[in-house]
């Protein structure tokens, strides 16, 4: 009688699912922080891109893609390869809980699961690679075999490749589970993590010279942030706090909590300290996406807490959370809900809830104008604007054949006033005694050198939703989105 009752009940489960996953390719949504840094590395690699890349959190993830976008011209391979990475999340859930068929239940049902499978990111598969880390780094406490302190490290290692974040996780929890460890423990743990980063460094010194290059830049732009809140001072990450916040605490698992109570903590208090600071690490800049890397892990040690009645209020629960964060998922099948070209998730949605109207999908519009555009201007280059990185948004539509490019309007400043440092901040503290040396380090950001774009040549520019702010051109046409200017 039981089987037979999970048996239908898994029917249902699979049909829901199936909805979810059809709608995530139906939608016109792909992901609206970051979705450039993966899908445009990706179009350069594959020779479709028509600008310079931007700065990415994973070049390796884009690399990895680059075959397939040359062959279909288009991004769909990114959610195909989220969705088998969230479907192995799934089976290694399931799996690691000896097949308890809640686990199966909770992790397909996770708001956060169902909320980044649309999404071109990389954080699906790089938190697959963490939840296999914890699993063998708890192996490791228990047995100290150092073949599963090797695959632990080397797992997070991996997952660094893909996804820069997973590290600062993939740290707190090697931290926590090897503190009472002998130093050597640290030491090779360090040395496999290393072993799993070998592909991104190989990347790294093929396109950079340096294999460290990506890994550093990450590190002083976290740093940075985090001290400056951005580059530009002012600048904050946290551009959704509160509701990012609000749409984090009803994603988590209800009855994870329970495990620090008190009896239950000292039992497991290596991995309740590692989720409890990931957590703190994650309300620091809170966005929904950067859970999935800790859901499958709190999944698991909710389950000794549930018994029948609580295991079917958080079925119940999370079944109208997804919901919720599924409805702009649904809307952006046929429709854009505000002029972002990216699409808008739950968070993003709900900051602009006063001003939302259902319109014409933007990135349509945008890939017709541009087919206006490269069948009248066909190899040009063209100054795009207002903000600094509204060039990316299209060279990410367009797929043209008409060899047209586009530069950022802030490159094009830059070399107008003859300038190549974007940003700069000097460390020098001052001795208070009569010492007669003293240090400084200076970092910043800057123009590549490198850069063979050929700015005086540039006749047009286009603005988005608005004509191009600068004194050096004029607007001589309006399209349905882009705005056309000639140099003066």
Known sequence: MVNIYWARKDK?????????????????????????????????????????????????????HAPIVKLTNSFVIFKITSLISILLIITSVYLISGK???????????????????????????SLCLLWSYYFIRKYDSSNAFKYLFYSSFLIG??????????????????????????YSAVLSALFLLIGLIPRLVLDQKLFGFAFYTTLKTFFASLVSMVLGGIYGAQTAQRYGLISFIAILIALPLYYFMVYKKSEFLKNKKEIIFITLSLLLIFSNPQIRYLLALIPIMVLASLPYLDKRKFKFQIKLSV???????????????????????????????SKFGTLSLQKDVQSEIASDLSDIGKSYGGQIFLVGNTPDDYQILAHVYWGADKIQFVSIQDYNLWKENRTILFEKTFMPTPRIADRRQIWVTGGIMRNLN??????????????????????????????????????
């Open 158 to 183: 991996l997952g660094w490749v893909i996804w820069d974040t997973i590290f600062f996780f993939g740290a707190i929890m090697l931290i926590c589970f090897l503190c009472n460890k002998k130093f």
């Open 451 to 488: 850069d063979n774009t050929n700015y005086s040549a540039i006749r047009y520019g286009l603005g988005i939703n608005e004509p191009l702010d600068s004194e050096d051109f004029k607007l001589i046409k309006k399209y349905d989105i882009l705005y056309l200017s000639e140099r003066k």
């Open 320 to 350: 109208i959370v997804l919901i919720i964060f599924f409805i702009p998922y649904t809307l952006q099948i046929f429709y854009s809900i505000s002029a972002n070209p990216y699409g808008d998730e739950i968070t993003t949605m709900m």
């Open 12 to 64: 249902v489960l699979a049909g829901f699912f199936l909805l979810l996953i059809l709608i995530s390719f139906l939608t016109n949504f792909y992901g609206s922080t970051d979705v450039g840094d993966y899908s445009d590395v990706a179009k350069f690699f594959a020779g479709k891109y028509s600008a310079d890349i931007r700065n990415s959190h994973s070049y390796f993830y884009g690399f990895i």
């Open 100 to 126: 308890d068929r809640r686990a199966l239940w909770l992790i397909i049902l996770s708001p956060v699961v169902g909320y980044m499978i649309p999404w071109i990111s990389p954080i699906p598969l790089a």
